[in-house]
């Protein structure tokens, strides 16, 4: 299990920070795999750095090849950061604490205002599009990718009317 800390405070009273010494200095380095490399600390005889994960925002310790393969899985597994993207009407926020089935879930905002918890699968694949308001307005699943496509391609575009029996 990852050892997490909520702060770099935490963290650094447990491993305390250590001089570069004849180490790479990581501390400016892009990171590849959502971990920010902050600074060196003691743990062991190989370099091991402070890092922050960009998306669940919580400490680890790592070494200087997890934080340089971006093929690690940093600190919340394979997630895939997600924050700032837009699927449908949602605009994803920030992870929540939620797993379940080995499911990272996000807390998304709909254009219509209201805060959604949404599963990862969900979104990247399609299948939550919104809070749920569109479906409120009686759309289909099939209706609903459709116009997300019209919309992503800048093609022009009237809904169907509906009639409804009265």
């Not at 499911?103 to 939550?128: A, K, M, P, Q």
């Not at 809070?131 to 809904?159: M, P, V, W």
Request: aromatic fraction near 6%; charge should be positive; include cysteine.
């Amino acid at each position: 299990m990852i050892e997490k800390f909520d702060t770099l405070e935490q963290l650094l009273e447990k491993y305390p920070k250590k001089e570069l010494g004849m180490a790479e200095d990581l501390s400016n380095f892009n990171p590849v795999n959502n971990l920010i490399p902050i600074c060196r600390v003691e743990k062991g005889k190989r370099p091991f750095w402070a890092c922050q994960c960009q998306i669940c925002q919580k400490y680890k310790v790592s070494t200087a090849p997890q934080i340089k393969n971006s093929n690690a899985p940093g600190c919340c597994g394979n997630t895939n950061n997600l924050i700032g993207q837009k699927f449908g009407k949602l605009t994803v926020l920030n992870m929540s604490q939620k797993r379940r089935n080995r499911h990272t879930y996000w807390f998304c905002e709909c254009e219509c205002g209201n805060i959604c918890e949404v599963c990862s699968r969900e979104l990247v694949n399609g299948d939550t599009q919104s809070c749920g308001c569109l479906s409120r307005n009686s759309s289909s699943h099939g209706e609903l990718k459709i116009i997300q496509l019209l919309k992503d391609a800048n093609i022009s575009f009237i809904t169907q009317k509906r009639i409804t029996a009265g």
